[in-house]
């Protein structure tokens, strides 16, 4: 009998027990009327189609009897007759074992050439099958003996066009299956598969891996239908090449449209089209139960409204708690990949995690290209790609993020290579929507474009949980806004390194968001943090924002890095515009505490203004007005000792400013600065400790500092 499938999984984790196929055995034969056909031998049946086509039935094997062999019906009054059925089973069909079976056409006038059979029922293995026309199911293999193929090859115009009009019989369900025990060689459709449910099994319980499909090809769509996995194809072994000219396309039906290896390995799969969601669960989809060759989309990958619908699975049809199994070799997607409105829960791991992914492997994904836009919908994770590693991704159009949280993310468990971008890293209202985080190293980002923080927290966020390589933007980095009752927004546009950053380059200018709401706030908003940044080049300005309901500066921040003895948290910094409303902060952590009392910095240049804004190094403000006044200290440093918080030099090519009347105070502040200059302005830096100097006449509240 056909094994559970344990590749699928409800909402609460728990396996779906498909639809079971009677035995072929215990299938009684339509009953059969007499019908125009005629024996031209043993081997050989013709007949009259309903069209008036001629057909001819032939066996390589074995000797037909019509009564016991064929059901017809109905007629038409011209003489023609619909093959209902081809029955070779039962006590005498061992003649018919491996045999070979041709289904032809002759066209004659009014005819369209093509003939279409109900079903064939064997339950002995066979070997090569044609149609010249639609079969609308097949069963066949021997559940019992043999080990090697229970269908050599199927060959058909299409295969459940008609779904049950043509004489085959749906399952209770309504799901019009194709069953076959043991192997499969190659199927090849010309045209489209559509209704049909063609299900290749193992011989017996524990027998999953010889339920396998050598090749697929199929020159028109696989196309989901309205039940259960109509419009699926599906192996409890491996699938071999699978070439789809045109599309998947799921269906309202659990599982509808899709392409399927329960346990096994798909080698791989190419569409000409696009690869489309539907309402169903588990709609429009490709799943492998282990790896997943190279998968290459021509058109689109569109999720639909179902859950795991429009969807790349290697690997995450498992049961909570199970093994993490199943690489992606590779993904090529011509078009855009873009969410739907349904959700994408893979599973839960033992430890409690809940993994998410549209393109979702439980090992490594290999190169990811895309050619346009990858873009998160409203469902949660979708439009998103996650893998235990990613080689590499890259992005032709812009990276989005939709309204549900985790959409359009690329995430990793491990590393993650090069992230290229053409165009925009635009943040979504979801969290985390529009996201890229990597739990271990991140080789570089690149973005062509924009990064422009969403309306929901960590939107338009690089995180790397290790190292992060370059990171360069062409243009802008802006953080998201808030207004009205807008609750507090959190990383909203927002670079972050648990280590190192080797360097940032930004083409425009680094903008904080707005907070004109009635309560609310924006933190890590249009800022940098890392445990050190060697490099960080601004070619425009640091431009935060002030507000009557609080300021949001830029803010770029670095703590330590634990094998560097020196100390320096940022090397470099460059900014070709002014600072305003911004902070430099070196010896802090990401949510801006105090945390080393060595840290330093290292040559700081600003070309234009410094306005109202400080950068320190190792200090921390113990009043209540800001850096630059008695109330900067030292961090203390754990076990004791003295501190070596420097600020190499600063240079500064216009004014310094503070803000008129409003009570606060900005400094540049450390245990020593090496040097500063600012608008024909050099500090007289002596070799004397506690010295300080007021910058700003105007507004007396700007300070170079050392302590």
């Not at 993904?331 to 993994?355: K, V």
């Not at 910095?601 to 209540?624: C, F, P, R, Y």
């Not at 420097?646 to 900005?666: H, L, Y």
Request: glycine share 20%; charged share 15%.
């Amino acid at each position: 009998m056909a094994v559970a499938d344990r590749s699928f999984v409800d909402s609460d984790h728990q396996p779906i027990e498909p639809a079971m196929k009677t035995n072929p055995r215990s299938i009684e034969p339509l009953e059969s009327r007499i019908a125009p056909a005629t024996f031209v031998n043993a081997t050989t049946v013709i007949y009259t189609d309903l069209d008036g086509d001629a057909v001819t039935v032939k066996t390589s094997t074995g000797e037909f009897f019509l009564a016991a062999n064929f059901a017809f019906g109905p007629a038409n009054p011209a003489g023609g007759e619909q093959l209902r059925q081809i029955f070779l089973a039962g006590p005498s069909a061992d003649g018919f074992d491996g045999a070979n079976l041709t289904v032809s056409v002759v066209k004659k006038p009014g005819g369209d050439g093509l003939v279409n059979v109900g079903e064939i029922i064997s339950d002995r293995d066979l070997g090569a099958v044609s149609v010249k026309g639609d079969l609308g199911a097949i069963a066949c293999g021997d559940f019992t003996t043999g080990t090697g193929f229970g269908l050599k090859s199927l060959s058909v115009n299409s295969l459940g066009r008609f779904g049950t009009a043509t004489g085959a019989v749906a399952n209770a369900d309504g799901t019009l299956e194709s069953h076959i025990v043991g192997a499969v060689g190659k199927l090849v459709v010309k045209g489209d598969v559509a209704n049909a449910w063609l299900h290749v099994t193992g011989n017996g319980a524990g027998d999953e891996a010889r339920g396998t499909i050598g090749s697929v090809t199929i020159g028109g769509s696989l196309i989901g239908g309205s039940v259960l996995r109509a419009g699926a194809i599906e192996s409890t072994g491996d699938l071999g090449v699978v070439n789809i000219r045109r599309d998947i396309q799921g269906g309202s039906g659990v599982t509808a449209g899709s392409i399927q290896s329960d346990l096994g390995k798909i080698k791989s799969v190419t569409l000409g089209g696009s690869l489309i969601g539907g309402v169903g669960k588990f709609s429009g989809q490709i799943r492998s139960g282990n790896d997943l060759g190279p998968v290459k989309i021509a058109g689109n990958v569109q999720g639909g409204s179902g859950d795991e619908s429009g969807k790349i699975d290697a690997g995450g049809g498992i049961v909570a708690g199970g093994p993490a199994t199943g690489r992606i070799a590779s993904i090529t997607i011509g078009g855009s990949f873009t969410g739907g409105s349904g959700g994408h829960f893979t599973f839960i791991d033992g430890n409690g995690t809940q993994h998410l992914g549209q393109i979702f492997s439980a090992g490594s994904i290999g190169p990811v290209k895309i050619g346009r836009d990858l873009s998160g919908g409203s469902g949660p994770a979708s439009g998103s790609i996650f893998g235990t590693g990613l080689a590499s991704v890259s992005i032709g159009g812009s990276l989005i993020g939709g309204r549900g949280d985790d959409s359009g993310r690329i995430a990793s468990d491990g590393d993650i290579g090069a992230v290229k971008i053409g165009h925009d890293l635009r943040g979504g209202s979801g969290v985390r929507a529009g996201h890229i985080d990597s739990f271990d190293k991140l080789a570089s980002v690149t973005i062509g474009g924009s990064l422009l923080g969403g309306a929901g927290s960590f939107s338009a966020e690089i995180d790397s949980g290790g190292d992060l390589g370059a990171v360069r933007i062409a243009h802008d980095f802006i953080g998201g806004s808030i207004s009205g009752t807008a609750a507090t927004l959190t990383g909203s546009g927002y670079i972050q390194s648990s280590g190192r950053i080797d360097s940032v380059t930004i083409g425009g200018s680094i903008i904080s968001g707005t907070d004109t709401s009635t309560g609310g706030g924006l933190t890590k908003n249009a800022s940098i943090y890392a445990s050190t940044i060697v490099s960080l080049t601004v070619k425009g300005s640091l431009l935060g924002n002030a507000s009557a309901n609080g300021n949001s500066p830029v803010v770029l921040a670095a703590g330590s890095e634990l094998d560097r003895t020196d100390n320096l948290v940022i090397a470099r910094i460059s900014i070709g515009g002014r600072a305003e409303f911004a902070s430099i902060l070196g010896g802090y952590t990401n949510d801006l505490a105090a945390s080393n009392g060595n840290a330093q910095i290292g040559a700081v240049k600003v070309g234009g203004d410094w306005i109202s804004s400080s950068i320190v190094a190792g200090a921390q403000d113990t009043g209540a007005a800001g850096f630059g006044d008695a109330g900067d200290t030292l961090i203390p440093i754990a076990g004791g000792g003295a501190s070596i918080a420097k600020i190499a030099s600063i240079v500064i090519g216009g004014q310094v400013v503070g803000t008129p009347g409003a009570g606060d105070r900005f400094g540049f502040v450390s245990h020593t600065i090496g040097s500063f200059k600012a608008a024909g302005f050099t500090a007289p830096f002596t070799a004397a400790t506690g010295q300080f100097f007021e910058l700003s006449l105007i507004t007396a509240d700007v300070t170079v500092r050392e302590i």
